[in-house]
Structures are given as structure tokens and as C-alpha cells.
């Protein structure tokens, strides 16, 4: 028998719960579940990959100095504001155990990304979940929820599971407005889908308490190799490389991620036909009476009449081979996340919803 007790707050966590894979038989089934990229990753990341694989026997740099170079390049930020993580997971937790813990609060929106809530309690804190505007990030419930004890604020934009966005404006009126001892953090893992975005970056360079994290694992199709940064004043990136791991980031996802950066044009053509796709699926399926709302991300948000038809739409699609997001644990047991996938899987995916449509008459 353990008898030792976990801190307060671990056991309150519920397991993160991943998009369902298809099993190694099911080669056919078509992977809609995690907002992965369709296109694979990029070739200059292989060969990358394949170019640094002899050279595994050798520690990563530790600094990362090459990838965030290449990352202040590519974005037009500073190398010296940038941290990288396993993921961008991995930020949002050095974020929640460098500045909240015991007796403080960390928010997130109603249906806000899973992992806030997971690593404010493996932190110690309190999570505090604060309502939406059907469905939108709702600024002025944020400023009400705000109080003396809290640390941090974590809003998606682009957020998951919703898919929609709030502008500029009101994002600056939030930062504008939160207590001074508390950081806002903007999560940009969609932020590359939306055209001339920059993620809420120009806010940071007036701002030293906003902070911003960035993936691999969307855009540059790179989720199984764990790679995010995040972006913020000096003081902040300080406090969080005193609790990273010095060497985080193996050699090959470093190099892959180097690489990434490099191909445009792969980001352009995953951009102009996630675009495109989405705008066809959510059409095709609203002719249905399926709605979504207007998507800034690589994935639509389906509402249903209610969770039975959606559960009963899960269960049919998955028979068919189609493998799409349930999204009862964000509260919205109505709906399902369809990620937007290449041609041939949004076709699919669209006639096998019909289908089940149609078998439920
Ligand atoms: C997918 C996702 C992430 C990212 O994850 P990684 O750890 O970088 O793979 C972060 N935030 C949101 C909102 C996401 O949907």
C-alpha cells in the first residue's frame, strides 16, 4: 500500500482525453479527431529528421538558440523573448508552476482548451472556469472573474473546441484591464490559419505581463514530435527557463522544426486548402441542418439537435471508418470537432453524416 499522499489538487484532475486513432488494421479509417495536419509534415522536416539521425548519440542544444533564431525570423519577434517546450503543452505548464500555486486562481473560458485546467491543479492552484458568449470568449466576464488571487488567464484564440475568435480590440481591452499582478496568456496553436494574424504578439512588446504559446503540432504538421514555444517580456522568459528541463527538445525535433520554418510554400497551400475545405464542409453540411460557427481554425465545431443525436452521429461515423471528436467533456455534449482534413476525407466525412441522417430519418 502507497502511503504517501499526492498534494492537494492532483486527484482532482481528470485525464486528458485524446482524439480516438485508428488501430493497425484500420488502415483505411480516416483521422479527424486531433486537429492534425492532412498533408503530413513537410519534406524539408524529413529530411531533416534523416539528415540529424546519425547524430542521436549526442546531447541537444540546450539553449535552442539555432530554432529560436530561426522563429524570431520567421515571425518578426526578438530570439531573446522566446522560450521553446514540448509542446506548447509543456509552456502552459512551466507557466502554471512558476506563477500560481496553493491559494491562487488561474481562469479559463467555459470551453476553453483541456490542458489549463489540468496544469493549474497539477500546479496547486484553483482553476476557474468563467462563462463564454455562445460560444465567443466573452472579455467583460473575464474582468468580472478577475480578483486579488489571480496569477493567470489563459484564453485560445482561435479557440478549441469552439473554433471561433474574438478581434483585436477586445483582446486589447482585456489586456488593458487585468489586475497588474496577474499574466494574461493569448494560446496562438491555431494562429497560423488565420491571414495576417500575428497570434496577439504586438501586444506583448508594450505589455510585460501578456505572454503568447505557438505550436508545431498544428500547421507545421509536427504533433508527434512535441514542439512550442511561447513569447514574452525577458522577465518572464527568465522565471520559466529556471524550471525547464535543460534539454527539453530532442535533436531531431529541433532540426524538423528548424526546417519547417523554411517551407512557405508547404504553409501556404496547407492554409489556402484548409480554407477552402472548411468553407465547403460547413456549407455542405449547414444545406443539412447541421450548423457550425463562422471557423478561424483547421476544424469545424458541428451542433446537433441534441447529445443523443450527436453521440448516435459519433458511434455511426466511427462505423463508417470516420474518426471525429466527441466533445461531451468540454460541456458541449451536443456537438462534435471535425477537424478539416484533405479533400477525399471532407467528402467523406460529409456523406457519411448525410448518410447517418438519413438513417435517422
Ligand atoms: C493543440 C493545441 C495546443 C497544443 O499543443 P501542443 O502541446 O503544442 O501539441 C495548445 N492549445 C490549443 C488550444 C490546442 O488546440
Same mark, same amino acid.
Given at each position: ?117 489540468? *496544469? !493549474? #491543479? ?6 476557474? =472556469?468563467? @462563462?463564454?458568449? %455562445? ?123 528548424? *526546417? !519547417? #520554418? ?6 501556404? =497551400?496547407? @492554409?489556402?486548402? %484548409? ?87
Amino acid at each position: 500500500m502507497l502511503k504517501v499522499e499526492p498534494k492537494q489538487g492532483i486527484l482532482d484532475i481528470a485525464l486528458y482525453e485524446a482524439g480516438s486513432a485508428p488501430k493497425a488494421e484500420e488502415r483505411t479509417v480516416i483521422k479527424l479527431s486531433s486537429n492534425e495536419n492532412p498533408y503530413g509534415p513537410s519534406t524539408k522536416s524529413i529530411d531533416a529528421i534523416t539528415r540529424h539521425a546519425a547524430e542521436v548519440h549526442l546531447y541537444p542544444s540546450t539553449n535552442h538558440l539555432d530554432l529560436r533564431q530561426a522563429i524570431a525570423t520567421r515571425f518578426g519577434l526578438n530570439d531573446k523573448n522566446i522560450i521553446c517546450g514540448v509542446g506548447s503543452d509543456e509552456i502552459i505548464s512551466f507557466l502554471c508552476y512558476a506563477f500560481a500555486g496553493p491559494g491562487d486562481e488561474v481562469i479559463h473560458t467555459e470551453h476553453g482548451f483541456a490542458m489549463y485546467k489540468i *496544469s !493549474a #491543479l497539477a500546479a496547486g492552484a484553483k482553476p476557474v =472556469k468563467v @462563462r463564454e458568449n %455562445n460560444r465567443y470568449t466573452d472579455v467583460d466576464a473575464i474582468l468580472e472573474a478577475c480578483n486579488n488571487r489571480t496569477r493567470l488567464i489563459f484564453i485560445a484564440n482561435p479557440n478549441n473546441p469552439t473554433s471561433t475568435m474574438i478581434d483585436a480590440h477586445k483582446v486589447q481591452r482585456l489586456a488593458d484591464n487585468i489586475p497588474e499582478t496577474c499574466i494574461l496568456v493569448l494560446d496562438g496553436a491555431y494562429a497560423e490559419y488565420v491571414p495576417n494574424f500575428d497570434g496577439g504578439a504586438s501586444l506583448i512588446h508594450e505589455r510585460e505581463n501578456v505572454f503568447m504559446t505557438r505550436t508545431f503540432s498544428k500547421m507545421y504538421g509536427l504533433g508527434g514530435l512535441r514542439i512550442g514555444w511561447g513569447y514574452g517580456s525577458k522577465h518572464v522568459i527568465d522565471i520559466l527557463n529556471r524550471i525547464r528541463g535543460p534539454f527539453n527538445l530532442s535533436t531531431l525535433a529541433l532540426a524538423a522544426a528548424n *526546417s !519547417a #520554418l523554411t517551407d512557405v510554400d508547404y504553409v501556404d =497551400k496547407s @492554409r489556402n486548402e %484548409n480554407t477552402r475545405l472548411r468553407e465547403w464542409l460547413s456549407n455542405s453540411l449547414s444545406n443539412l441542418g447541421i450548423e457550425s460557427d463562422k471557423s478561424y481554425a483547421n476544424f469545424i465545431l458541428a451542433r446537433f439537435k441534441g447529445s443523443e443525436e450527436a453521440s448516435a452521429c459519433y458511434k455511426f461515423l466511427s462505423n463508417e471508418g470516420v474518426l471525429v471528436r466527441q466533445v461531451a467533456n468540454y460541456n458541449l455534449p451536443n456537438c462534435l470537432r471535425i477537424t478539416i482534413g484533405d479533400e477525399v476525407a471532407c467528402k467523406r466525412v460529409y456523406e457519411s453524416i448525410r448518410s447517418f441522417l438519413e438513417s435517422v430519418g
